[in-house]
């Protein structure tokens, strides 16, 4: 395939549509799909153009509990939201916000009062017995998409999941207290095997590239846990799904937010692929010392719709030097503020000079 870059590229051939503030991302005549140079940058470290996380396609089908409990079906049908409550795959209810835009654990009664408990208590679900044909049917021109790489979301990951099990507090201090500690392995041995049979069943039945684990490991100021801890707590159990992913195929995306910078290492260590992540991260200083491991998306400057052009064309010349880098590029953050179109025009038409000039 001749990879070196002509002008005749510049002809957009797919709209990703804006959402949540975004403008419209257009996708040009690339040599490769959107989707195939987000393979590349990551299994490969080599994308043909600038990658961005927004050439992920998310996947979250109704057939998953915890999509339709959390509010965040996207399969392809008619999305749902359920303010009285709906329970997740393990029977745990969740409530929908409106003014928060999300779902929450209905409060005040948690199944767990400690982690050893787990095994009396917990009833683990059938997703054999769950309609994967009938998904399927539904999902069939979702996730036939022809440009994006489409990724399934597991709600909800590790320590999400304890939590929604003990409350916030309960699986802090489960993580800590010797007591309990073999009780969250054995737990997280069982959530991990249910997780790779998870895979294995979207493998089966749909065309996907990659998995999404939903995991929050901080808040906006701090991690809730040590490096110490993430490593003897979750790591073996975030490796083994990670490997099985890879095993399969697919990379593994990690959705974790909060100021999780700390620690982070346990996020490489692991072997997951990608991290979008949130701006109060020191994401030029995590790139710049683990963007030849992991593909980071770093924030693009605000670009407002009134910016001059030249002004434009600076900025996207200076994002491409710095992070389409061989052998460690970054992608473009899902919450860069891109209100000018002529910003996405320039950094394709560079990264593909700076790649294949």
């Known amino acids: 395939m001749d990879m070196k870059f002509s002008e005749d590229e510049m002809r957009v051939r ?3 549509p804006g959402a949540r503030g975004r403008i419209d991302l257009p996708v040009y005549e690339a040599p490769v ?16 153009f600038m990658p961005n996380y927004r050439y992920f396609l998310g996947f979250n089908p109704r057939i998953f509990p915890d999509a339709e409990a959390r509010a965040s079906i996207r399969d392809g049908g008619e999305p749902k939201v359920h303010p009285e409550g709906f329970p997740d795959m393990f029977g ?9 835009g999300g779902s929450m654990v209905k409060p005040g009664a948690p199944l767990l009062s400690t982690m050893n408990e787990w095994k ?3 009833v ?3 997703i054999d017995s769950w309609d994967w044909e009938g998904q399927k049917a539904l999902s069939r021109e979702f996730v036939a998409d022809p440009e994006l790489a489409v990724m399934p979301t597991i709600y909800t990951g590790y320590f999400e999941r304890m939590i929604s099990m003990m409350d916030f507090e309960g699986a802090a201090m489960a993580l800590i207290d010797e007591d309990q500690q073999k009780a969250v392995h054995e737990f997280l041995d069982k959530l991990a095997d249910l997780y790779c049979r998870m895979i294995d069943k979207f493998v089966e039945h749909f065309s996907i590239r990659g998995i999404c684990v939903h995991d929050d490991w901080g808040s906006q100021r701090s991690p809730f846990f040590s490096l110490e801890t993430a490593r003897n707590m979750f790591v073996p ?3 083994t799904v990670v490997d099985h992913a890879h095993a399969k195929g697919l990379f593994y995306d990690m959705h974790s937010c909060g100021h999780i910078e700390s620690i982070f290492p346990a996020i490489v ?3 997951v692929d990608s991290w979008a992540g949130q701006e109060m991260n020191d994401k030029a200083a995590m790139y710049r010392e683990y963007g030849k491991d992991i593909l980071i998306g770093v924030e693009t400057p605000d670009i407002s719709e009134d910016m001059p052009r030249d002004e434009v064309r600076r900025v996207a010349k200076e994002y491409v030097d710095a992070y389409m880098v061989p052998g460690a590029p970054a992608m473009v953050g899902y919450s860069s ?3 000018n179109p002529c910003f996405f025009e320039d950094i394709y038409r560079f990264s593909r000079q700076k790649v294949n000039g």
């Open 14 to 16: 797919y709209v990703i």
């Open 33 to 48: 799909t959107a989707g195939e140079n987000m393979l590349r940058a990551i299994f490969d470290k080599a994308p043909v």
């Open 92 to 100: 745990i209810t969740w409530v929908f916000v409106e003014v928060a």
């Open 120 to 122: 009396e208590k917990v």
């Open 124 to 126: 683990w679900p059938d």
């Open 237 to 239: 159990h975030l490796r």
């Open 269 to 271: 260590e692991a072997g």
């Open 337 to 339: 503020k891109i209100l």
